[in-house]
């Protein structure tokens, strides 16, 4: 007979939170102008920016509502800047408006570019110090333990209830084992691992791309004070070379300069020498990416270049900002993201959440990209209301213990999240 303790437990591999995608981005609280008006990642973005300046200012972690600028380097690339205004005003963004480059200029004297997009919501934070402080919170409270460095290797539903299992990662034990009424996961690069292990489908597969960082030296951080965009590229994926600048508690106040979005050789490929050969073997059966590929050649082979050529990543930063130069900059950290493409080639353009897996007792987020650390509260009150439907949560009444962080079925039962 398995028992289940009255515990919230988060289960977390890594020896601290945020070790990712969340600690290895850009920063920037997007205000919602790119996402398709009506899809979950719309309404999450906008929604979630407001609450994630709110928790900030709460808690005193650092942000800064620096406003950004979409720029059109051309007048070729002026009539993306309509669709995103036409786009961003349907999501609810409040404030854009398009302005022309002497006025880009008058705000941003090193920015030369034809027009902009002016949004003035967007912000910077740290999502790392963040996710470090909810840790804390839920840390804290009496009915919920966060374990760290527990590495999920197995999952099964035992008369009713799940016995998850793992171990520290690279180790080969102890073993080290949770039971759990009910599971959400949610494990970024690791999220289709970890939602088969929850009884979820083989497919969506992720596949991963590296984002390279330089920053400007510190005499030259000063070179603009807003986040400075180009118009999205082609391909539907995040690619663009843009100026950010950051409030990062570790890493300080820099001025940033990317990233990249080169193709990933293994799930955590934090540079090109990083290779799998279990993920070699997803890309190369993976015929999503390979349609992907074969209609964006130039995107395909140029981002990988760019990777691994200073001055051809540094060519499409003097796009936005001409006077950049290389001695300029040094090199910074790189992330790696998450990305998942459909059987046609194009790039999946929401979230995806699989329900009732593992005999009904498992929710799976599949995928959660950009803008996933500005929306994350949002999405959290999502996944709370998607399994208070599917596990039977709730209904309508407090939580059992006052500060609970999930809801409480009437039987008491608890969940584990995995992440």
Same mark, same amino acid.
């Given at each position: 007979?398995?028992?289940?303790?009255?515990?919230?437990?988060? =289960? +977390?591999?890594?020896?601290?939170?945020? @070790?990712?995608?969340?600690?290895? !981005?850009?920063? *920037?609280?997007? &205000?919602?102008?790119?996402?398709?008006?009506?899809?979950?990642?719309?309404?999450?973005?906008?929604?979630?920016?407001?609450?994630?300046?709110?928790?900030?200012?709460?808690?005193?972690?650092?942000?800064s509502?620096?406003?950004?600028?979409?720029?059109?380097?051309?007048?070729?690339?002026?009539?993306?800047?309509?669709?995103?205004?036409?786009?961003?005003?349907?999501?609810?963004?409040?404030? =854009? +408006?398009?302005?022309?480059?002497?006025? @880009?200029?008058?705000?941003?004297p !090193?920015?030369? *570019?034809?027009? &902009?997009?002016?949004?003035?919501?967007?912000?910077?934070?740290?999502?790392?110090?963040?996710?470090?402080?909810?840790?804390?919170?839920?840390?804290?409270?009496?009915?919920?333990?966060?374990?760290?460095?527990?590495?999920?290797?197995?999952?099964?539903?035992?008369?009713?209830?799940?016995?998850?299992?793992?171990?520290?990662?690279?180790?080969?034990?102890?073993?080290?084992?949770?039971?759990?009424?009910?599971?959400?996961?949610?494990?970024?690069?690791q999220?289709?691992?970890?939602?088969?292990?929850?009884?979820? &489908?083989p497919?969506?597969?992720i596949?991963?791309?590296?984002?390279?960082?330089?920053?400007?030296?510190?005499?030259?951080?000063?070179?603009?004070?807003?986040?400075?965009?180009?118009?999205?590229?082609?391909?539907?994926?995040?690619?663009?070379?843009?100026?950010?600048?950051?409030?990062?508690?570790?890493?300080?106040?820099?001025?940033?300069?990317?990233?990249?979005?080169?193709?990933?050789?293994?799930?955590?490929?934090?540079?090109?020498?990083?290779v799998?050969?279990?993920?070699?073997?997803?890309?190369?059966?993976?015929?999503g990416?390979?349609?992907?590929?074969?209609?964006?050649?130039?995107?395909a082979?140029?981002?990988?270049?760019?990777?691994?050529?200073?001055?051809?990543?540094?060519?499409?930063?003097r796009?936005?900002?001409?006077?950049?130069?290389?001695?300029?900059?040094?090199?910074?950290?790189?992330?790696?993201?998450?990305?998942?493409?459909?059987?046609?080639?194009?790039?999946?353009?929401?979230?995806?959440?699989?329900?009732?897996?593992?005999?009904?007792?498992?929710?799976?987020?599949?995928?959660?990209?950009?803008?996933?650390?500005?929306?994350?509260?949002?999405?959290?009150?999502?996944?709370?209301?998607?399994?208070?439907?599917?596990?039977?949560?709730?209904?309508?009444?407090?939580?059992?213990?006052?500060?609970?962080?999930?809801y409480?079925?009437?039987?008491?039962?608890?969940?584990?999240?995995?992440?």
């Open positions: 007979m398995l028992v289940v303790d009255d515990d919230d437990d988060v =289960l +977390e591999k890594e020896a601290e939170v945020a @070790v990712h995608q969340t600690g290895h !981005n850009s920063g *920037v609280i997007h &205000a919602g102008i790119y996402y398709q008006p009506g899809s979950a990642m719309a309404r999450c973005c906008v929604n979630g920016a407001r609450k994630m300046y709110e928790y900030c200012m709460e808690h005193d972690l650092p942000y509502r620096c406003g950004k600028m979409i720029c059109a380097s051309n007048e070729a690339e002026a009539p993306v800047l309509e669709k995103l205004l036409a786009t961003g005003t349907a999501n609810g963004v409040e404030g =854009l +408006e398009i302005i022309d480059g002497a006025e @880009v200029a008058r705000r941003e !090193n920015v030369k *570019v034809h027009s &902009a997009l002016w949004s003035p919501n967007t912000g910077i934070a740290d999502f790392s110090a963040v996710t470090r402080h909810v840790a804390d919170e839920l840390d804290q409270q009496d009915n919920c333990d966060v374990h760290l460095q527990f590495e999920v290797d197995g999952m099964a539903n035992v008369d009713g209830v799940v016995e998850i299992l793992g171990r520290e990662p690279g180790q080969k034990g102890p073993t080290k084992r949770v039971i759990a009424r009910n599971v959400i996961t949610a494990g970024g690069l999220s289709d691992t970890v939602a088969k292990l929850g009884g979820g &489908a497919d969506p597969a596949l991963t791309f590296r984002g390279t960082y330089y920053q400007m030296k510190p005499e030259f951080n000063d070179i603009c004070a807003t986040n400075i965009y180009p118009v999205p590229g082609g391909g539907g994926i995040p690619v663009g070379v843009h100026f950010t600048p950051t409030v990062n508690q570790r890493r300080g106040s820099q001025m940033i300069v990317g990233p990249g979005a080169c193709l990933a050789f293994d799930t955590e490929a934090y540079s090109f020498s990083n799998g050969l279990k993920h070699l073997w997803k890309l190369a059966t993976h015929i990416l390979w349609r992907f590929c074969f209609a964006n050649l130039d995107l082979f140029t981002e990988m270049y760019r990777d691994l050529n200073k001055k051809a990543f540094m060519d499409q930063a796009k936005l900002v001409p006077s950049v130069t290389d001695d300029m900059v040094e090199e910074s950290f790189a992330g790696v993201m998450a990305q998942i493409f459909n059987h046609d080639g194009s790039p999946a353009a929401d979230f995806i959440f699989e329900r009732n897996m593992n005999q009904g007792t498992t929710l799976n987020v599949r995928n959660a990209p950009t803008p996933a650390c500005t929306a994350s509260f949002a999405i959290a009150e999502e996944v709370v209301d998607l399994a208070a439907e599917d596990f039977g949560w709730g209904q309508g009444v407090p939580p059992v213990a006052d500060g609970s962080v999930f409480a079925s009437p039987d008491d039962g608890r969940a584990a999240g995995t992440g």
